[in-house]
Nanobody
Framework: QVQLVESGGGLVQAGGSLRLSCAAS????????MGWFRQAPGKEREFVAG????????AYADSVKGRFTISRDNAKNTVYLQMNSLEPEDTAVYSC?????????????????WGQGTQVTVSS
């Protein structure tokens, strides 16, 4: 069982930055690949970024590539999402998720555990 708790969301102006954190419980965090997803009102949940269990492999949605960076610290059981050059279109609830596999997936149903989400609002 893995419990995930996100933090770091908030209100920021366009062009600003935020850093999201996702703290995981359990001793097996380092065996899970992790993903960040977001869901805006009236839209489906979408993949934002993924990172392998070792941290050596990452992937991004085209819409955030070059602006967002995913990383993890297995010693701290935490995964991060650094978000720079934020745009109003990035406004959404951001959730982290864990998949019992070494490699991330872009598909939400593949993930075993989810956090409760944190709101990110970008004003123009």
């Amino acid at each position: 069982q893995v419990q995930l708790v996100e933090s770091g969301g908030g209100l920021v102006q366009a062009g600003g930055s935020l850093r999201l954190s996702c703290a995981a419980s359990g001793r097996t965090f380092s065996t899970y690949a992790m993903g960040w997803f977001r869901q805006a009102p009236g839209k489906e949940r979408e993949f934002v970024a993924g990172i392998s269990s070792s941290g050596g492999n990452t992937a991004y949605a085209d819409s955030v590539k070059g602006r967002f960076t995913i990383s993890r610290d297995n010693a701290k059981n935490t995964v991060y999402l650094q978000m720079n050059s934020l745009e109003p279109e990035d406004t959404a609830v951001y959730s982290c998720a864990a998949v019992d596999h070494s490699i991330w997936s872009r598909h939400p149903p593949d993930y075993n555990y989810w956090g409760q989400g944190t709101q990110v609002t970008v004003s123009s």
